[in-house]
């Protein structure tokens, strides 16, 4: 066996899962096809939920050092949303894909892990014990699992035939990365009367300290074929046409189109093989989601694969990764397509369209329903389901848990090592804890919420309202003693 964990694709799933089975005390290998990291932006902003994820792991403060990245605000459908700040203390953040995956791999090869280039998948074989990879150099790789974390036309899904049901793409928009005079960022979504619109998003600042925006222009004529290039001249057509001279392109750095297309693979898990990232769903890229969803993928998949690997993993343990987030990922095709219809991607200005969206921004307006579409596009809505949920009454259940202060230490800190955490403040669970050992640590306070059990992966498991020990058996498997 050459590692126990194979990770195809280093982009911020897969950089994100080898971080995590790191933690975890797995040997992990990346692989990649590409013979260096891409210099584009492509994803703008990281949501509140996976801001926690990394703090979690004590990552969030030097992601936040390498640069200028503002706080933002979401959107739904181009209605600005408050900060939902009943519920989690981190707010959105411009922090674009391109400074993350650097991040990541900086901080992989600090650790000893260093992202195997030039490395194109061919095939793929997998049995009772291991994977199979074979690379087109002639090389091979054996482990114990592999995750296809290599983007929306991943080879390892396709070389495992596994079925991308959904809708091809209907439309494009151009989506670039720019210096402009005049325009307003807290202005986000703009239309004008023939249906032609424009979105911009702060991005932090370029390499000489100048602010980037993200630009994304459509309406009538805009949907060309995927391949075309974007020239200077189709920003600047498309800025006259929704802002007249109020807006100037100062500099274009990058631009492309991309598609409408909406797809989820049918099984996240193919036997020692896991999909995860776009490689298990793809959609419009409204709010980031594409990227926040894969790596909420990982890190929810990667203690698990750890469990698997260090062999304390309960049974069916690994199947809770497909059960858990392939409803977290319809959840997000589903937003993104009430949201696409809303916000008359195409331009057509149907007065249908137009009336329900002018209901939906009034109703966008009451605290509620702020609250539930604020939770819904930070990642903070995901709730998964939990043995004896129905006989529990505790609001935590299923959710990540609060960064509670627990009197000189915050309860992200206690999940740095990747471990459980049992919270007693009555010291009531000390025998019964004790067999899960170098799994679940037991910390002797728990401020107001009353005992917890939380998962590696920030969430709660249990809330003290039953015998804890079956819990324990059903997240970090049989006790050592």
């Known amino acids: 066996m050459d590692t126990d964990v194979l990770v195809v694709g280093a982009g911020p799933t897969g950089m994100t899962l080898a971080n995590e089975l790191l933690t975890a005390g797995v040997s992990t290998v990346v692989v990649d096809r590409l013979s260096r990291r891409s210099a584009l932006s492509k994803a703008g902003g990281v949501q509140s939920r996976t801001l926690e994820m990394l703090d979690q792991r004590g990552l969030l403060e030097p992601l936040l050092a390498t640069g200028d990245h503002p706080v933002t605000t979401g959107h739904f459908a181009g209605v600005p949303l408050p900060h939902p700040s009943d519920r989690h203390r981190l707010p959105w953040r411009s922090v674009p894909q391109v400074v993350i995956e650097g991040f990541f791999e900086d901080h992989l090869a600090a650790l000893g892990l260093h992202i195997r280039r030039d490395h194109e998948l061919i095939g793929l074989a997998q049995d009772g014990t291991g994977v199979t990879a074979t690379f087109a150099d002639g090389t091979s790789l054996r482990s114990r699992y592999l995750v296809a974390a290599d983007g929306g036309h991943s080879t390892v899904r396709s070389l495992l035939r596994a079925a991308f049901p959904g809708e091809p793409g209907t439309l494009t928009i151009i989506a670039a990365d720019v210096r402009l005079d005049g325009a307003d960022p807290s202005a986000s979504h703009t239309w004008n009367e023939d249906g032609h619109w424009a979105a911009v998003f702060p991005l932090g600042t370029d390499a000489q300290g100048r602010p980037l925006r993200r630009l994304v222009l459509g309406g009538p004529g805009m949907s060309l074929p995927r391949e075309t290039p974007v020239t200077e001249d189709d920003i600047r057509d498309g800025l006259k046409t929704v802002f007249g001279s109020r807006v100037q392109l100062l500099e274009l750095c990058y631009a492309r189109r991309i598609t409408n297309a909406s797809r989820q693979a049918e099984q996240y898990r193919h036997g020692r093989v896991f999909l995860a990232g776009d490689a298990a769903h793809v959609h419009l890229p409204l709010g980031a989601q594409g990227m926040n969803t894969g790596m909420q993928d990982a890190f ?56 329900a969206r002018e209901i939906f921004t009034d109703l966008a307006q009451l605290p509620d329903v702020q609250s539930h579409l604020a939770n819904l596009m930070s990642g903070m809505a995901v709730r998964y389901p939990m043995p004896g949920a129905a006989a529990s009454s505790d609001p935590l259940l299923g959710l990540p848990v609060p960064d509670l202060d627990l009197g000189g230490v915050r309860m992200h800190e206690l999940l740095r090592a990747g471990r459980g955490v049992l919270l007693d403040p009555e010291d009531a669970y000390a025998s019964v804890a004790a067999g899960f050992s170098g799994r679940v640590d037991r910390v002797g306070r728990g401020g107001a919420t009353g005992p917890l059990l939380v998962r590696p992966d920030g969430y709660v498991c249990w809330a003290g309202s039953a015998w804890l020990g079956p819990a324990l058996r059903e997240w970090f498997g049989e006790p050592s003693v």
Request: proline share 5%.
């Open 300 to 355: 929810n998949l990667g203690w698990k694969l750890g469990a698997a690997v260090r062999g304390w993993a309960p049974t069916g343990l690994l199947d809770t990764y497909h059960a858990e987030r392939h409803p977290a990922g319809a959840a997000v095709l589903r937003n993104v397509r009430a949201q696409s219809l809303l916000m008359d991607w195409a331009g057509t200005r149907d007065p249908d369209v137009l009336a």
